[in-house]
């Protein structure tokens, strides 16, 4: 699979080897959409979004036999998709888990004594002005 910003293997500006890349940087769907809605005239009704019946009543049907189901059918579904999702994680191996843990205790303590410092500071404030 080749990267659309890859020189290397024909992509934009590969051929010219100037910088007249960066001006064809292919800036995704919204240059398609732009190009659609500046080529269609404002009076053109196609590009008003209508749903079709069929389809709304297909749906509508498939939420009805959803809700109906079996609430321990739902569950195990449930639990089925959460497994799968977990598997996909990339889990931190020991020195990282270390790592990220010390940062969030020196991070967490750091901000505990800043706010302390200035629970302080107002009460030290206020106590003087209205003291």
Same mark, same amino acid.
């Given at each position: 699979?080749?990267?659309?910003?890859?020189?290397?293997?024909?992509?934009?500006?590969?051929?010219?080897?100037?910088? !007249? $890349?960066?001006?064809?940087?292919?800036?995704?769907?919204?240059?398609?959409?732009?190009?659609?809605? $500046?080529?269609?005239? !404002?009076?053109?009704?196609?590009?008003?979004?209508?749903?079709?019946?069929?389809?709304?009543?297909?749906?509508?049907?498939? $939420?009805?036999?959803?809700?109906?189901?079996?609430?321990?059918?739902? /569950?195990?579904?449930?639990?089925?998709?959460?497994?799968?999702? /977990?598997?996909?994680?990339?889990?931190?191996?020991?020195?990282?888990?270390?790592?990220?843990?010390?940062?969030?205790?020196?991070?967490?303590?750091?901000?505990? !004594?800043?706010?302390?410092? /200035?629970?302080? $500071?107002?009460?030290?404030?206020?106590?003087? /002005?209205?003291?």
């Amino acid at each position: 699979m080749t990267d659309e910003r890859d020189n290397r293997r024909g992509g934009y500006g590969a051929d010219d080897g100037d910088n !007249a $890349a960066a001006a064809q940087r292919p800036s995704g769907k919204r240059s398609a959409r732009r190009g659609r809605s $500046a080529s269609s005239g !404002a009076s053109d009704t196609g590009s008003i979004a209508t749903i079709d019946r069929s389809t709304r009543e297909a749906k509508s049907g498939r $939420a009805d036999r959803e809700r109906s189901r079996n609430p321990f059918v739902r /569950l195990f579904k449930f639990l089925r998709e959460v497994i799968a999702e /977990l598997r996909k994680v990339i889990w931190p191996n020991r020195k990282q888990m270390i790592t990220y843990t010390t940062v969030v205790l020196v991070f967490v303590v750091f901000m505990v !004594a800043f706010i302390s410092g /200035l629970d302080l $500071a107002f009460i030290k404030g206020v106590d003087w /002005l209205f003291g």
